[in-house]
């Protein structure tokens, strides 16, 4: 949805950004806590963020993923990429009296490219032995749009190498094998969250702000390269993010999804605002002045409350430099 605010002065521009739904409830909290502009920011997908920031409908787009070679077209000028958040995707669940699951990567994967169907699969039931799991069809929900989330969750699953997966931001191309029978595909990961919610026998992939917002508490434990299930939680994610830094000149972060650490849950996603290039207009330079607020203020106010991590280190480093070039 639309987020917009008030209390603003005569000068104040009006900008306008969207994409990715990971980081619509940081969007939301922030720009409700910005008092310099007016800031809405409509949370749908990653590629609808990069698509609507290249042909100028938004002033800034997010996404966790980069744009393809054949995408940015339109816009004069060019882009950044600033990382702006970070957190878990978090691998939600509904099944009466199961209170924790434990899930490996195979087994994670099967399930959702649709080659475990049931909730009692000898897959799923070697992990968890002491769970009332159901003879039911596993429902999976998924996201139906050019997703970061999807691209990240996927990259995740390549890294650790479960067949037949492809890193993509498109759920049905990813998996390597279509929408599994009986699974439900949307937009947005808020819309998965709720449906996820209110399905018995549903599992599904989102951030973990979605599922706290919602107080969706039923999350796998994931089995870690380390060979440790960890259920997810900003603490976790937060030992995954310590030692990945992988930081590069294009504004982006390389995701070591495979590193052994201790105590780290990997499934972890980093957040990019994606802004104008040494633009003199006064929206671009609203957006870099925001940008800062989200990484400087809000962020490390904010993040753990809800659900992501603040910035830090040389991604934090890597942000300040690229939101410097949005304007001049």
Known sequence: GMTAVGA???????????????MGTFQATCAAKYSTHTVAYISNASGTGRNQFAVGNYDFGGSEAAYSSSEYKGR?????????TAGPIVVGYNLKGVTSLKLDNPTLGGIFAGTITKWNDDAIKK???????????????????????????????????????KRNGVFTSANGKGAPAGSLGFVSNQQV?????????????????????QGLKAYAAIKNPAGEYVVPSTATAA????????????????????????????????????????????????????????????????????GYLPLSGKILALAKTQIAKFSN
């Open 76 to 84: 004069p000028g060019g882009f950044n990429f600033a990382p702006i």
């Open 127 to 165: 992990l968890n032995k002491n769970a009332k799991l159901p003879d039911a069809s596993i429902v999976v929900v998924y996201r139906s749009s050019n997703s970061g989330t999807t691209d990240n969750f996927s990259g995740y699953l390549v890294a650790n190498t479960v067949s037949p997966w």
């Open 239 to 306: 030992k995954f993010m310590a030692k990945n830094a992988n930081v590069q000149p294009s504004g982006l972060v390389g995701m070591e999804w495979n590193k052994k650490i201790k105590g780290a849950y990997n499934i972890v996603a980093i957040s990019y605002l994606i802004g104008p290039n040494e633009q003199t207009d006064a929206k671009s330079k609203a957006v870099e002045d925001y940008a800062n607020y989200l990484i400087d203020t809000c962020g490390p106010k904010e993040s753990s409350k809800i």
């Open 193 to 213: 969250t709720t449906t996820v919610k209110g399905t018995p026998n549903s599992i599904g992939y989102f951030d973990l702000a979605d599922a706290k917002a």
């Open 8 to 22: 603003v002065s005569a000068s104040a521009e009006s900008i306008v950004g969207g994409g990715a739904s990971f």
